[in-house]
């Protein structure tokens, strides 16, 4: 029977497979819980810049097309006390708009926004909050601030860039996006300053490290292929539910990621969780579908490894949840440690703990706890996840600056060393912290635990795998053991198994019911053999392995399994009979766990094998269980498997009655081989203390010298250390000054730059300028003039600047009317809008100028300037001279024509019709007669209309009233009812209203467009006269004034119309544009009407075709 449960148990070590491989084992503890989905379907980019950064967010910003539908965010570090113009410089750089935030302010897509000095900010809703900028002992963290509440959000939405800056703020807030399925980007060597992007890309959290102007372009790139991607995933992002159109694809990239890496925990998430992993990778490799992404995996192992990394991205940090610290100190440590025993040490299991910092946290919350307390429990924190790598840097206890966020100054004074710009975990506290690379799915649990906490890991999980995790809690929990869930988790499945204690922070008791055996799979990291792409096949059933297993579960001896050093990697069968948990460190060395009376013979036994490779062994050998004597045989069996050595240590007890046989046949064999043992360890116990004594005399001597040496090293060491800690508080507040120096320096350059092109180009106007310009101080002394000024006053800059107004060009200036004005300007006025300044000047003469003056005055500087422009006014009286000479020539022109040409003309008509009539008179005189009558009276009504046209030009001016029109176009009608009446016209008239008009001009206007469709006919004329409003088109195309209301007049005919290429002519005067002959007209009438429309402030213009007639559309303000 022994022989055959030996067998059995090596056959089980060697199918567990004990070497333990790493890679294989990893628990997601992403804590991106929020339950809200993201409230905008369009992505939002937060940008994180500090020095250095606004030059880089400048590239970005220009390199950006505005309309690929996404926002922008930008928080940099800016100094709370100076006011931020950083709204103002980058709307120079974009077409998209540029946003100061305010609280409250949403956000919408292709718009830019950026943080107000002093202050934090969060995004929620759809809107951006502001509160009062918060800087810890540790600095400024406002990005991280904003990225984290981006991510929680907007989950895959969310794109994070760190730009140029000094610290790390940012990485974390790069860390949460890539949690939540965002995107990340950090600068690369092209940062002016590196620290900012170049923690969070050696954190492991940046997608792409790309420069300024890169960094544009692949956001353009991935707006354009993320779209349909995102939209499927917002579709299905809080659904426990299978996605039919990408369901086998998913499966299959599941099943790859299994087969390479070996582990299935991922194929127990929920859908949706999972799923917005693979679609991050999918836009990440600029994919359009799972299977394209699929076939990508197939052939690049690197991808898979991306993938791999992908899921198990952690999101943690040190006293995360300060519920739940203070739940631990006030109920469950008092709780645990009421019935502890001294000596008995309190054990604790932090399950998916990332990079370790819960598990810290735990730890010196007991530290703190024992020390107020003035206890001495020890305790003992296990921690455990699925990520290889995680677990390695929890280990090493290090961690960046930006991780310290939370940890007040006394904590991070006590419990964690600064080293090279990162804080590391003190030994002691390092010490009580045990970290192991677990799969809670498949891997052995820890047991006896007091207290569990498994936060915001279960959230990921499907029911079935939630309950068998649940169900192995209870199991490794002891009868009052206590279990923390994440806020967003609960034990619905299980609640059986755990009471509870506390809803709000998802504290739980365990409850006094029946545990089941964890039953753990035969080999957990055994390689999944593919068939097809669809199917997994199925391992032949196994009966001797599950014979083995029964009778390894049932019927087995007691047995160990220990490693080349001596460590138990395998339990089996009954041992506690045989071993003692150890006082302090947990320690699986079999040396300190067996019990005192075994400790000897179990050594020689080991050493025995270890020189000998074979099986040895030991009987007769009695040990007290409960008071009875107990014989038993001590074997241990070394064994090799994959180049390392293991041994097999077997306890085989001897039945008591033939315990109480072999004692009564053999005690004088047994007295006597006790006395040669006794005797052998008496001499070997001698020598060892003659050698101890020898050996501690030598220590003694050397101890007393690296003592003395020590407390000097010491002495020196807390010198160097206070002092090194004040240069680092120094050196913390340089650098967040000089951050905060750099970005207003970085402002201030780009302002100087601005105020230098503008006064450039000031000055350059001012020099272009004609006019002499000049520039007096409050004192009236001169700060500058332009060329104009010198050139026109005969002066120099020498003898013009600093010097006194009244002093220039020996006292020329020393104008009474030119001080008047200036003491006013001094004083109460603060401009002069063209004062007349006449004065003989000794270089010039008489001169004559219009002068505009200004006062100005700075805000800062409270400095007074005053402007003065000069407008040489003595060409233009001489024009006015000359011209007023001209208008009287003119008028007495206008009155010949209008008397004395027309009174030769009428005297010519009139001869003319007295010979017409004479009976005498030949025919042939008849009509040359009436054709020098005819001639005259055209010449009399071309006279006529140059009167009217030429006093519209002499007089603008109109006496305007309230006019009705309908009365004016009767009496206009009235006027040419003959004509009308001679060629059989048909006037149509609409009503017409009542404005502000010269009647007299408006009779002028009818008779014009009355007279001009009734001459140019074909056939019977028909001439309409309507209104109608204007549209606001009308007012654009014939630039109306805006603010007054306006009628549409129309006058259309049938008559013969015109060419639309002589659009320009019509209204020119003494044009005809057509050859008909026999047709009166002196070409004066259009204009006329045009002159009278414009001179009302409005507008005219024409419409028609060849023969089919003309429309005249008349613009009258209707005030």
């Not at 006394?410 to 799969?439: A, M, P, T, W």
């Not at 649940?470 to 490794?476: G, Q, S």
Request: proline content about 4%; aromatic content about 8%; glycine content about 4%.
């Amino acid at each position: 029977m022994l022989t055959y449960c030996c067998k059995h148990a090596i056959r089980y070590v060697q199918l567990k497979k004990i070497i333990r491989q790493p890679n294989n084992r990893k628990v997601t503890t992403s804590t991106v819980d929020s339950k809200s989905p993201p409230p905008k379907p369009f992505p939002i980019v937060g940008f994180g810049a500090s020095a250095g950064g606004l030059e880089a967010f400048s590239t970005v910003l220009s390199n950006l097309s505005a309309n690929i539908d996404m926002a922008y965010v930008l928080v940099m570090h800016l100094s709370p006390n100076h006011k931020s113009a950083l709204a103002e410089i980058l709307q120079l750089k974009t077409e998209m708009k540029v946003h100061t935030v305010r609280n409250g302010m949403e956000v919408k897509m292709n718009n830019v926004y950026v943080i107000p000095p002093n202050a934090s900010m969060s995004i929620v809703d759809g809107h951006l909050k502001l509160a009062p900028r918060v800087v810890t002992a540790n600095g400024n963290f406002a990005i991280d601030y904003f990225l984290t509440a981006l991510a929680s959000v907007y989950k895959s939405n969310s794109v994070g860039v760190i730009l140029s800056g000094t610290a790390t703020d940012g990485t974390l807030g790069l860390k949460a996006i890539k949690a939540a399925g965002g995107i990340t980007f950090t600068q690369d060597h092209s940062a002016q300053f590196h620290s900012m992007p170049k923690n969070a890309r050696e954190a492991g959290y940046a997608d792409f490290c790309l420069p300024p102007e890169a960094i544009a372009k692949e956001l353009g790139t991935w707006a354009k292929t993320s779209n349909g991607i995102v939209a499927r995933e917002g579709a299905e992002q809080d659904n426990d539910v299978e996605i039919d159109t990408d369901r086998e694809a998913l499966k299959r990239i599941l099943t790859i990621v299994k087969s390479r890496r070996g582990v299935d925990f991922f194929l127990h998430y929920k859908q949706p969780s999972i799923y917005r992993r693979v679609l991050r990778r999918v836009a990440l490799n600029k994919l359009s579908s799972l299977d394209d992404y699929y076939a990508l995996l197939r052939k690049s192992h690197r991808e898979v490894d991306e993938l791999f990394n992908d899921f198990l991205i952690n999101v943690t940090s040190f006293f995360r949840d300060v519920d739940f610290y203070k739940a631990l100190t006030s109920v469950a440590i008092p709780r645990l440690i009421k019935g502890q025993k001294a000596t008995e040490t309190l054990r604790i299991w932090i399950a998916g703990c990332a990079t370790g910092e819960e598990a810290y946290s735990i730890a010196i919350t007991l530290a703190e706890y024992m020390e107020k307390k003035k206890l001495t429990i020890p305790y003992q924190v296990f921690a455990s996840d699925l990520d290889a790598g995680a677990i390695e840097k929890a280990r090493v206890g290090t961690y960046s600056i930006s991780a310290m966020q939370k940890i007040s100054s006394e904590r991070l004074k006590k419990f964690f060393r600064k080293i090279d710009g990162h804080y590391q975990i003190e030994k002691s506290i390092r010490e009580v912290c045990i970290f192991s690379q677990q799969n809670l799915l498949s891997d052995p649990p820890f047991s006896r635990m007091d207290l569990i906490s498994c936060q915001n890991v279960l959230i990921y999980l499907k029911n079935e795998p939630q309950e068998k995790i649940l169900r192995t809690f209870h199991y490794a929990l002891k009868p009052n053991g206590f279990l923390f869930l994440g806020k967003s988790e609960s034990i619905g499945i299980a609640s059986e198994l755990f009471d509870s204690l506390d809803k709000k922070i998802r504290m739980y008791g365990r409850k006094q019911a029946p545990s089941e055996v964890v039953r753990l799979p035969a080999d957990s990291t055994e390689k999944v053999i593919l068939k097809s792409p669809r199917l997994l096949s199925q391992p032949p059933y196994d009966l001797e392995r599950e014979i083995g297993k029964v009778i390894l579960s049932n019927y087995v001896m007691p047995c160990l399994v220990l490693n080349e050093n001596l460590h138990i990697v395998q339990f089996f069968g009954i041992t506690s009979h045989y071993l003692l948990p150890v006082v302090g460190k947990a320690s699986f060395n079999i040396l300190k766990m067996i019990r005192e009376d075994l400790l000897f013979d179990l050594r020689m036994l080991i050493q025995q094998a270890k020189k000998t490779g074979r099986t040895v062994s030991k009987e007769g050998i009695v040990i007290h269980n409960n008071k009875r004597p107990q014989e038993l045989v001590l074997e241990v069996a070394p064994r090799k498997m994959q180049h390392e050595s293991f041994y097999l240590v077997i306890f085989r007890e001897i039945p008591e009655s033939k315990t109480k046989k072999v004692a009564l046949k053999s005690k004088p064999k047994t007295s006597v081989v006790r006395e040669q043992t006794i005797v052998g360890l008496e001499e070997e116990l001698r020598r060892s203390r003659e050698l101890i004594k020898s050996t501690n005399e030598e220590y003694e001597t050397t101890y007393e010298e690296l003592q003395a040496n020590n407390e000097q090293i010491l002495s020196s060491n807390e010198e160097l250390q206070s002092i090194n800690e004040e240069m680092e508080t120094s050196k913390e507040e340089l650098q967040s000054a000089n951050e905060e120096l750099t970005t207003i320096n970085e402002e201030l350059q780009k302002r100087n730059l601005e105020l230098k092109q503008s006064q450039n180009y000031a000055n350059a106007i001012v020099d272009t300028v004609n006019s002499p310009f000049l520039v007096l101080t409050a004192n009236l002394q001169v700060r500058t003039a332009n060329k104009s000024f010198y050139e026109t006053f005969k002066l120099n800059a020498e003898n013009t600047i600093g010097c006194f107004i009244y002093e220039l060009d020996h006292h020329s200036w020393d104008i009474q009317s030119l001080r008047e004005h200036l003491n006013d300007l001094l004083g109460k006025k603060t401009h002069y809008k063209e004062f007349r300044l006449a004065h003989f000047f000794s270089k010039l003469g008489d001169m004559a100028f219009l002068v505009n003056a200004y006062r100005l005055t700075e805000d800062k500087s409270k400095e007074t300037l005053i402007l003065l422009a000069f407008n040489n006014i003595g060409e233009l009286l001489l024009s006015n001279y000359k011209l007023k000479s001209a208008n009287e020539q003119l008028e007495q022109f206008i009155f010949i024509s209008g008397h004395d040409l027309q009174e030769p003309l009428r005297k010519i008509q009139t001869f003319s019709n007295y010979l017409t009539e004479y009976e005498n008179t030949d025919d042939y005189i008849k009509e040359y007669v009436g054709k020098i009558g005819d001639t005259a009276s055209k010449m009399s009504n071309l006279l006529r209309d140059l009167l009217s046209y030429s006093s519209l030009l002499q007089n603008h001016k109109t006496h305007p009233r309230q006019t009705d029109l309908n009365t004016v176009l009767k009496d206009v009608l009235i006027q040419y009812d003959t004509m009308i009446q001679e060629c059989e016209a048909v006037i149509n008239v609409g009503t017409l209203p009542t404005i502000l008009a010269d009647a007299s001009q408006m009779e002028m206007l009818f008779g014009n467009l009355i007279s001009n469709a009734l001459k140019f006919n074909v056939g019977k004329p028909v001439v309409t006269v309507t209104s109608e409003p204007i549209t606001p088109e009308q007012i654009e195309t014939h630039a109306l004034n805006k603010e007054k209301v306006y009628v549409c007049i129309k006058v259309s005919d049938n008559g013969i119309g015109f060419n639309q290429k002589y659009i320009a002519k019509i209204f020119s005067i003494f044009q005809r544009l057509h050859d008909k002959k026999g047709i009166e007209g002196t070409g004066m009438g259009l204009p006329i009407a045009k002159k009278v429309v414009e001179d009302h402030g409005g507008r005219i213009y024409a419409e028609g075709k060849e023969n089919k007639g003309a429309t005249f559309y008349v613009f009258l303000p209707m005030t």
